[in-house]
């Protein structure tokens, strides 16, 4: 079993729909959480970040931390053609960082 | 601030050759974390640098290796290049605490024939 597990889609979405990507994961040790967006042939950039259970709003995103379940969300709203890409979904403690598999999401006009 | 730059972007090898791979970080940013991506393994960690050590390393072989210099620029190296060792590789740098987070630069696309 991997330590954090992410469907990798491909998912589509109409323009303006709500997209929901979520991430799982086994080590409880985790404490902090990210997602980022990566454009084909490009970084991953960061979009959201996260320390404690809970969420997290900017703008048309929303991450959600559920600890006790160890499930992580990202959720777009008003999702846009722009919103097209891979998201990916990390976590840290100490110094080690573990990634998800990333799901590819693309949003059609 | 600028962002991560790493050079080359893109680089063509052969079989058994070997390759070095460059990352400048954001500036005042003193760890260094390289990365390979593959369409079959995604993200795989390599190895993070922290002011010019090595803090902590994934599940590579030996052929790949790394160093920081005292400006925080960092290399990454790979030995006796295989054809699976084509992959986009990616840094990211960071301040260096267990809270901080990582920011990622465009990457190097190898491609080994």
């Known amino acids: 079993q991997k330590e954090v597990e992410q469907d990798p889609g491909p998912l589509s979405v109409p323009e303006g729909a709500i997209v929901s990507l979520n991430c799982t994961y086994s080590n409880s040790a985790f404490q902090y959480f990210m997602w980022y967006r990566q454009y084909s042939r490009k970084g991953p950039e960061l979009l959201m970040y996260?320390?404690?259970?809970g969420n997290k709003e900017d703008g048309r995103f929303t991450a959600q931390v559920d600890k006790s379940s160890k499930y992580i969300s990202l959720f777009i709203r008003d999702s846009q053609p722009s919103d097209s890409a891979t998201y990916l979904c990390?976590?840290?403690?100490?110094?080690?960082?573990?990634f998800g598999a990333g799901t590819r999401l693309t949003v059609k006009p | 601030k600028a962002g991560v730059t790493q050079t080359p972007r893109y680089l063509i090898k052969t079989r058994g050759q070997q390759v070095t791979l460059s990352c400048s970080p954001i500036?005042?940013?003193?760890?260094v974390s390289w990365y390979q991506q593959t369409p079959g393994q995604g993200l795989q960690f390599l190895f993070e640098y922290f002011s010019e050590t090595q803090r902590n390393k994934g599940n590579f072989p030996g052929r790949f290796s790394g160093r920081q210099f005292s400006n925080s620029r960092s290399e990454m190296n790979v030995s006796t290049l295989e054809l699976g060792d084509s992959a986009l590789y990616l840094c990211?740098?960071?301040?260096?605490?267990?809270?901080?987070?990582?920011?990622f630069g465009p990457g190097t696309r190898l491609l080994v024939l």
């Open positions: 996260t320390y404690s259970s």
């Open positions: 990390a976590m840290r403690y100490n110094n080690d960082m573990r």
């Open positions: 500036s005042g940013h003193r760890s």
């Open positions: 990211a740098s960071s301040y260096g605490g267990a809270q901080e987070t990582q920011y």
